[in-house]
Structures are given as structure tokens and as C-alpha cells.
């Protein structure tokens, strides 16, 4: 069975290739950009999980600290997670941190995040109470795919907004 929060077959799977790739990033001293994302991907799992995040104030760093605007989008949409998972009652500072990473993707064009960024927006909103928003976020989100052509996303994201 596909695990839900990553493209991997299972939860163990991820782990385990996201560690072997943190490993084999610091040892090269290789991407260090794609390294810290790779680590914020690790730390949004243990975050879904409801499980300490040992190292949480040195990675909520890591979005000043990207240089590669594709890894910066990216660990902004990372960091955004992890701050809503762990800290569901005051949304703020995740929604600073996503609004970063669309103000970014306009900036770049990169409709594909972009599409993400929007998609994590609206959850943060929903998760806020705040439902207007978030449909908003998500009608946003909908009119890029439509734009590129990405029925599938729009099918999911009308479906995310209708259940709102």
C-alpha cells in the first residue's frame, strides 16, 4: 500500500531512503540546499506522526539558509507542514511561512508548486477555522491547474473545496 504522506510504497521505505540520502548529501558536502530539504521532508513525517522532532529549531532555519530558490520553495512548503502538525491551534507563523513559498512561486512562474503551495495554504486555513480562506486557496489553486492542464489535481481540489 502507497503511504499517503510520501511517494513510497510504505512509511519505513521513506525513512529509509530519505536517511541514506541525508547520509550520502552531508558526507560529499553535496547540494547542501537539497540536503536540508531532504531533512525537512523526514521531520514532516515524524510531525504527521505526532512524534518529537529532536533537532525542530535548527530546521526552522533551514528557510533562510536554502540558497536554490527550487529547494527554498520546497522547504518553505515543508516547514509550513511541520508548524501546522505540531502546532495546530496557532496557525500564524505557518501561514507566514506557505504564504513565502506562493509569493515565490509567482515570482518564479512555477505552477507546480505553486498549485502545492496553494493546496497547503488551504489546509492550514481549514485547520484555522477559517473556511472562506481556504476555499479561496483552493479556487486558486484550481484555476492554475486548469491553466496547465492538469485535470486530475482540479478533480481533487474541487473535491477538497465542495467537502469544506
Known sequence: MKC?????????????HYVNAIRLLNINSFLPSFMRVCELAMAR??????????????????????????????ARIYLAEIML?????????????????????????????????LAVCAQIYKQSGERSKAKEALNEAIRVCRECGADGWVEKYEGLRDSL
Open 4 to 16: 499517503p504522506k510520501c511517494q513510497f510504497e510504505n512509511e519505513s521505505d521513506a525513512k529509509r
Open 45 to 74: 513525517m515524524t510531525a504527521l506522526n505526532n512524534e518529537k522532532i529532536p533537532n525542530l529549531d535548527l530546521l526552522l532555519t533551514y528557510d533562510d539558509r536554502n540558497s536554490l530558490r527550487r529547494f527554498s520553495i520546497q
Open 85 to 117: 502538525y505540531l502546532n495546530s491551534t496557532d496557525t500564524r507563523d505557518a501561514v507566514k511561512c506557505i504564504q513565502g513559498a506562493i509569493t515565490t512561486n509567482r515570482e518564479n512562474g512555477t505552477f507546480f508548486e505553486l498549485h502545492r503551495s
